[in-house]
């Protein structure tokens, strides 16, 4: 079981500690509800540094990575970051990742349950192009979330990435030997500041952070976050068993870029329109959330499975993601989710439940 290095910071919080991916990560600091809620109205502090950071390199990293993830790496210039999804030649998801291009490099930021997955898939395409894989350590990774993060940052720590276009970073001097890269993103639908370093130490970053008064956000807030955004999460709503039309987010593919690894799946389901499933919302009547699996029925008979649920602070209610047969289940539907014998009655809600500031 490996600690993250601002695990003492975390006790001192108070933090509640999980299991994630051979990580203990704090999951809580308080009241879920308070958590969630100064992410939608000020800003929130998360400190990820379980993701794994590949870093690419090489003449041909473009051209190969170009290939195999649904992104149009040939637009990103340096400084600039994208979204995207690593397929099977079937179109089913086999990871999903944030790609930051540097002048001399390119690098993949993942969720460290991913990680290994996703680099041995993209090694087997690895022929005779010029490109080398380097899966580095854990690197510190803190992301500042809500409509004051930006805010809060530059008071703090004094970078100012206000004017800056979503998707892009810009590399800052934290001391004498660590350089932060300082992306300017959105995260469940709020303004973000991403804060990274491969090397570096960013302890004295989240302290500043802490005395500039941003309270400390667990795991469980951030999945509820999540399923409130509408934002599907592999292993989770979306993997090997799903198409990446049938749960891909908004942005997530290009649709202009070219042949890479599943566009062809994608291009037929996209002009020929044969997805039968796609991932919906679910307002759920009740206070249980489903779980993952759950049957999702249409008087009695089964129209899909709940995959992520929640009860969500923002809404009041409990909200629920599902892949669900849209052409069985029409937009007014009375729907019920089975957890374990108990009939849950739900009606499909659009997405995203909350839409944030951004």
Known sequence: MADLRLRSHHEVRGAVFRTEAGWSVPASYG???????RVRRGAGLADLSDR????VTGEDRVTFLDGLVT???KTLDPGSSSY???LTDKSRVVGDLWLHAFP???VLDLEASQAEAVHGH???FLVSDDVSFELLPAAMHLEVIGREAPAFVARALGWDVRGKPSGSFVTFPLDRKTSVHALRTTRFGEPAVVLWSAGGDLRPAWSALDRAGVPAVGREALEVLRIESGLPRVGVDMGQDTLALEAAPDGAISFTKGCYVGQEVVARGTYRGHIRRKLMGLRIFGDVPPARGDPVTLKGAEVGRATSGAWSPTTGWVVALALVRVDDVPADASLFVDRGGWDLRARLHPLPFVRGSA
Request: aromatic letters at 4%; glycine letters at 4%.
């Open 31 to 37: 009241p879920l509800g308070f958590e969630v809620s």
């Open 52 to 55: 794994r950071k590949l870093v």
């Open 71 to 73: 992104a149009d790496v």
């Open 84 to 86: 995207a999804l690593v």
């Open 104 to 106: 001399d490099r390119l």
């Open 122 to 124: 993209v090694r087997r």
